[in-house]
């Protein structure tokens, strides 16, 4: 069955560093998300990205993140200058469509990210 | 504004005994609602899904779900325990009506099974 799939598992960097997340997608799927999950608390959504550019993105995602698809296969998350805050497992997801046909979100095995 | 709350946060059942999680949604519209596991150091796995068809909706190992309206309740169960399914269980509700079906999660409830 096909997956997503994410690397590194685990990146630790220290603070105020850039770090970017990977994640391959579905082959077919068309929408891209990333969510992240701090320790002991909700799975929170970040941004979603769909055709090339940001279809939504929550409070969380300001102007540290961005996002990328930079050859057709891969769905980046830039953090630019991380804080301890940041320290988190951060889940990338995909799906055929959206709301039309409410296909659910496949996710990755997600990257702890710890910073120092 | 779409949520869900997750009524408990720890559950702990004998293998082979029935699994009761508890759901309850808020949504202004017909919700689409998911259950998804997340193992220990693993992604979160789809159970199953609500999209306004069947109300009792089964999925993966087992188990199932009920969409009672007049509950606005979507509860997990599956007959009998088994070890492997010892994880964290995640109530999400889609978000209606945005651009691209953010999901939003509840709290999670973590399911310890005892032998």
């Known amino acids: 069955e096909p997956e997503v799939t994410q690397t590194p598992s685990h990146q630790v960097t220290q603070m105020g560093q850039e770090v970017i997340l990977r994640c391959v997608p579905i082959s077919n799927h068309l929408y891209f998300y990333w969510y992240r999950q701090i320790l002991g608390q909700k799975v929170e959504f970040l941004v979603s990205f769909y055709n090339n550019e940001i279809s939504e993105k929550s409070e969380i995602f300001d102007d540290q993140f961005s996002v990328e698809r930079p050859d057709g296969s891969n769905f980046t998350l830039k953090i630019r200058s991380t804080k301890l805050e940041d320290s988190a497992m951060y889940f990338c997801a995909s799906s055929e469509a959206g709301t039309v046909l409410n296909q659910p979100q496949h996710f990755g095995d997600g990257t702890r990210l710890s910073i120092l | 504004a779409q949520s869900v709350t997750q009524l408990d946060s720890h559950v702990s059942v004998s293998e082979g005994t029935p699994v009761l999680l508890r759901c309850n949604y808020s949504s202004s519209y017909s919700p689409s609602l998911f259950w998804y596991v997340q193992h220990p150091n693993k992604g979160l796995q789809l159970l199953l899904k609500?999209?306004?068809?069947?109300?009792l909706v089964k999925g993966i190992n087992g188990f199932e779900a009920e969409f009672k309206k007049s509950e606005t309740s979507f509860h997990l169960t599956k007959p009998s325990a088994h070890m492997s399914d010892a994880a964290e269980y995640f109530c999400?509700?889609?978000?209606?009506?945005?651009?691209?079906?953010?999901?939003?999660f509840g709290t999670g409830t973590l399911l310890a099974v005892q032998p």
């Open positions: 999400v509700v889609s978000n209606y009506g945005g651009a691209t079906n953010k999901l939003i």
């Open positions: 609500y999209t306004s068809a069947a109300t």
